[in-house]
């Protein structure tokens, strides 16, 4: 669960774009596919044959959009 991106007057809900680029790699390199949430209710009791997780962006903020979403989208992320 992810709030803010790069805005360092919040830091209890912000989180640094080059810490959450480290962390989507390090899910990646660990052998997890990313839920796409469409689909997260309907997959989420079939067999866990495969390692997953659900990336989720909370409230709506600005930086979200500004740093956050280039990124998820050019690497094909859902959330």
Known sequence: MY???NENKYPSTNTRMNIFI???NIIRE????FYNPKNFEDEFNDPKDKKKILIT???GFK????????YLKENRIPF
């Open 3 to 5: 709030h803010r991106f």
């Open 22 to 24: 480290d962390q989507m």
């Open 30 to 33: 660990l052998g997890y596919e």
């Open 57 to 59: 962006i909370d409230d």
């Open 63 to 70: 930086s979200f959009y500004n740093e956050a979403w280039p």
